[in-house]
């Protein structure tokens, strides 16, 4: 069977996508049941018997039969007989009295429809004056529909209702809230529009520039609706520069775009043994401003239709079911949101015909007439991607939503923006933008006393996985390899995992019952808030604070008693980074948002090892600091080829000193700790320039033994192993 491109029928917008479905659909009921469809490049190919677009044109507007779409149950359909809608009602009349054998299904569900609005009158269901319905019995009209309607019929009830539990409707976004845009009634547009094809002269042009996307047919004026916004401006808007000026409204692609719909059913489901009754929508979410940059400042976004894309040619029963189901699963569940739908494709949790989803935001951006906004493509790639690691986050966020402020919200959806950039490729740096948000976010929610009443301090689980994905970051973010060795710094038994480092100091927070931080109810010792580098001079006094040392069989002893103020446990610091933080090269506040959010991971069991570098230029100042920025012994050579073990202590008073700007009394006193210790030919300090509160910071971070021997070099004559030979 030949395949027909058709260039008019595109992923974008909506109208383009429910029209190739539509056509499908229209081919299968009218033309050749075997026929198939799928998309190419954009544009959707029709595979059936018929060799030639313009024998499609043909065939179909001779054969087509307009679908059985009726809407009893709203008030603008037509059937109150009220004359309120005088072409609605016109509309009815023309099909009552209609003897054309293309519109039997048409006609019985117009009669089936009398007939539940003469049954539902006589039961007192009418509405108060002139009224169709009374509201307090919308359920009751739609379930008489569902038993009078002939079978041809149900599908366009299905496709714009859904009866749900005992007393509630569910209305598909797709068909507004059951089949109505505002004051538009889908049905009677339909009516109205089967109407113009059966009796213009034009009705062959239109079908051709639906197909071909040629519109240099003229067109009508009326309403559009919200399936092609960008054609909703009128003169010259459509994607396809309709340069016409007697109208913009193509009555085929109406008719095919609802016909589309009705594979779009809804149905009321219970999935995975939950005690959850709800109706099904298929590939519609809840509204969501996740990976939608032109979301207009302050809209309210109703939900979001996800438009699934096939390779392969698919039959029309094959396809219903595929579009019935909606299969897409994020943590085990069906996805609720685009969020979720992004995060399925990553983990390859979605039907495996499907190749791409194409988003459809409905948006009110003309009062009571929603549009369906495009709002991107969601890719599913060949091979799945690291996103299951961060699902730990969806419990706490879905809690900070439910009692958010407005700062705190706005920090969730950065984060959620953050989380969809990262689904959709994967790429370690979008992995490092979320942890950036993800600090900000608990940051102000931990400052929301409101809000930490109902969310406990995040814990992220999978520290060992993720460093395995950030690691592929590490070697063009200085900022990162900064925040990380700040971050993954603990000291060993702590009484909770996350609180053994520098959290419990930036955060207000203390350890729980089960080994799980709580709210401490009290101000955090150090704020992030007061800037990066004032935050770890003060983090490094803190430390500096006397604590029980060692036990007095801790070999070797320190030659000088004095301070433990960086970690036995974490990622190494390279001192390139450390010289350039002290210069100020680095993006402090990324580094402080960084920060933030990976102290919440459990690093527990990590090891972080960087590849080595050459060293470069440090300012002499540092290379007296750095010998001191570890717990850990130094093996330093010494005469004779025998090696000696020292370690090093900076004073307590050090960081305090710094802050205030005495620096050079610092660096006299690492000299003089440098000669105690026994290190020959000391150079004497040089004149300080850099900052007291630089310099502070540095002694927050772990040093490799190769490091600190490499500083110790630059300021003091060392044996090495070639001399002792000698």
């Known amino acids: 069977?030949?395949?027909?491109?058709?260039?008019?029928?595109?992923?974008?917008?909506?109208?383009?996508?429910?029209?190739?479905?539509?056509?499908?659909?229209?081919?299968?009921?009218?033309?050749?049941?075997?026929?198939?469809g799928y998309w190419r490049r954009g544009a959707f190919v029709l595979r059936s018997t018929v060799p030639t677009v313009e024998a499609l044109v043909a065939v179909l507007d001779e054969r087509f039969e307009p679908e059985a779409i009726v809407s009893p149950w709203n008030a603008g359909s037509g059937f109150a007989g009220n004359g309120k809608n005088t072409t609605a009602e016109a509309a009815l009349d023309w099909v009552r009295a209609s003897h054309e054998p293309s519109l039997t299904a048409l006609r019985d569900a117009v009669e089936a429809a009398d007939r539940v609005v003469a049954r539902g009158r006589q039961r007192g269901w009418g509405g108060k004056n002139d009224a169709l319905?009374?509201?307090?019995?919308?359920?009751?009209?739609?379930?008489?529909?569902?038993?009078?309607?002939?079978?041809?019929?149900?599908?366009?009830?299905?496709?714009?209702?859904?009866?749900?539990?005992?007393?509630?409707?569910?209305?598909?976004?797709?068909?507004?809230?059951?089949g109505n845009f505002g004051r538009q009634d889908l049905s009677v547009t339909y009516l109205a529009r089967v109407r113009t094809i059966t009796g213009d002269r034009r009705s062959r042009r239109w079908l051709t520039a639906l197909l071909t996307g040629d519109e240099?047919?003229?067109?009508?004026?009326?309403?559009?609706?919200?399936?092609?916004?960008?054609?909703?401006?009128?003169?010259?808007?459509?994607?396809?520069?309709?340069?016409?000026?007697?109208?913009?409204v193509n009555p085929w692609a109406f008719l095919m775009t609802v016909e589309g719909t009705l594979l779009f059913a809804s149905a009321v489901v219970r999935r995975h043994g939950a005690d959850y009754a709800g109706a099904a929508l298929p590939f519609q979410v809840q509204?969501?401003?996740?990976?939608?940059?032109?979301?207009?400042?302050?809209?309210?976004?109703?939900?979001?239709?996800?438009?699934?894309?096939?390779?392969?040619?698919?039959?029309?029963?094959?396809?219903?079911?595929?579009?019935?189901?909606?299969?897409?699963?994020?943590?085990?569940?069906?996805?609720?949101?685009?969020?979720?739908?992004?995060?399925?494709?990553?983990?390859?949790?979605v039907d495996r015909r499907i190749t791409a989803m194409h988003r459809h935001a409905f948006v009110d951006r003309h009062g009571q007439n929603p549009l369906a906004v495009p709002a991107g493509a969601i890719v599913v790639p060949r091979t799945r991607r690291p996103v299951e690691l961060l699902a730990g986050l969806d419990p706490w966020l879905d809690a900070l939503r439910?009692?958010?402020?407005?700062?705190?919200?706005?920090?969730?959806?950065?984060?959620?923006?953050?989380?969809?950039?990262?689904?959709?490729?994967?790429?370690?740096?979008?992995?490092?933008?979320?942890?950036?948000?993800?600090?900000?976010?608990?940051?102000?929610?931990?400052?929301?006393?409101?809000?930490?009443?109902?969310?406990s301090p995040l814990v992220l689980p999978h520290g060992r996985a993720l460093a395995d994905e950030l690691r592929h970051a590490l070697p063009d973010d200085p900022e990162l390899r900064v925040a990380l060795a700040l971050a993954t710094a603990r000291d060993p038994g702590a009484d909770c995992p996350t609180l053994g480092g520098l959290r419990a100091l930036l955060s207000p927070v203390a350890a729980g019952p089960r080994r799980r931080p709580v709210w401490s109810g009290r101000p955090s010792t150090v704020s992030l808030g007061q800037g990066l580098v004032p935050a770890l001079a003060s983090l490094a006094r803190r430390r500096s604070m006397p604590r029980p040392d060692e036990p007095d069989n801790a070999v070797p002893f320190p030659a000088v008693r004095g301070a433990r103020i960086s970690f036995d446990q974490g990622m190494f610091a390279r001192p390139s980074d450390v010289q350039a933080l002290l210069a100020g090269h680095l993006d402090e506040l990324r580094i402080a948002d960084l920060l933030a959010g990976l102290v919440t991971v459990d690093w527990a069991g990590t090891d972080f090892r960087?590849?080595?570098?050459?060293?470069?230029?440090?300012?002499?100042?540092?290379?007296?600091?750095?010998?001191?920025?570890?717990?850990?012994?130094?093996?330093?050579?010494?005469?004779?080829?025998?090696?000696?073990?020292?370690?090093?202590?900076?004073?307590?008073?050090?960081?305090a000193r710094l802050i205030a700007g005495r620096v050079a009394d610092v660096l006299d006193d690492a000299a003089r700790r440098l000669t105690i210790t026994g290190i020959p030919q000391v150079l004497p300090p040089p004149d300080a320039r850099v900052s007291g509160d630089r310099?502070?910071?540095?002694?927050?971070?772990?040093?490799?033994e190769r490091d600190r021997i490499r500083a110790l070099h630059r300021i003091a004559v060392l044996p090495t192993p070639e001399r002792s030979a000698q």
Not at 28 to 35: G, I, L, P, Y
Not at 328 to 347: E, G, Q
């Open 1 to 36: 069977m030949p395949d027909l491109v058709l260039p008019g029928c595109r992923t974008t917008p909506l109208a383009g996508y429910l029209s190739a479905l539509g056509i499908l659909r229209a081919v299968t009921r009218c033309v050749d049941d075997e026929a198939a």
């Open 133 to 178: 319905w009374d509201p307090a019995r919308k359920r009751d009209v739609l379930q008489l529909c569902r038993n009078e309607f002939p079978d041809a019929a149900l599908a366009w009830l299905d496709a714009a209702t859904a009866l749900t539990g005992d007393t509630d409707v569910a209305f598909s976004r797709l068909l507004g809230t059951g």
């Open 216 to 248: 240099s047919a003229p067109y009508l004026r009326d309403a559009v609706g919200q399936f092609d916004p960008g054609r909703a401006g009128g003169i010259q808007s459509s994607p396809l520069e309709k340069a016409d000026d007697k109208g913009f």
């Open 287 to 349: 509204g969501s401003a996740s990976g939608f940059a032109t979301a207009a400042p302050g809209e309210s976004a109703l939900g979001e239709f996800l438009a699934p894309e096939w390779a392969e040619p698919t039959r029309l029963p094959e396809l219903a079911a595929l579009l019935g189901e909606g299969k897409a699963l994020w943590r085990a569940k069906p996805a609720r949101s685009a969020l979720d739908f992004v995060r399925a494709a990553a983990n390859l949790a």
């Open 402 to 455: 439910s009692s958010a402020s407005n700062a705190v919200a706005a920090r969730v959806r950065g984060v959620e923006q953050t989380l969809f950039a990262h689904a959709k490729t994967g790429d370690p740096a979008d992995l490092v933008a979320v942890f950036a948000a993800l600090g900000r976010c608990h940051e102000t929610a931990a400052r929301a006393g409101r809000t930490r009443q109902f969310v």
């Open 610 to 655: 960087l590849p080595p570098v050459e060293p470069g230029l440090l300012v002499s100042t540092v290379n007296y600091l750095l010998p001191f920025a570890s717990t850990a012994a130094l093996e330093l050579p010494g005469k004779d080829g025998v090696t000696t073990w020292v370690r090093l202590r900076p004073g307590n008073a050090w960081p």
């Open 695 to 704: 310099l502070a910071a540095v002694l927050l971070f772990r040093i490799t």
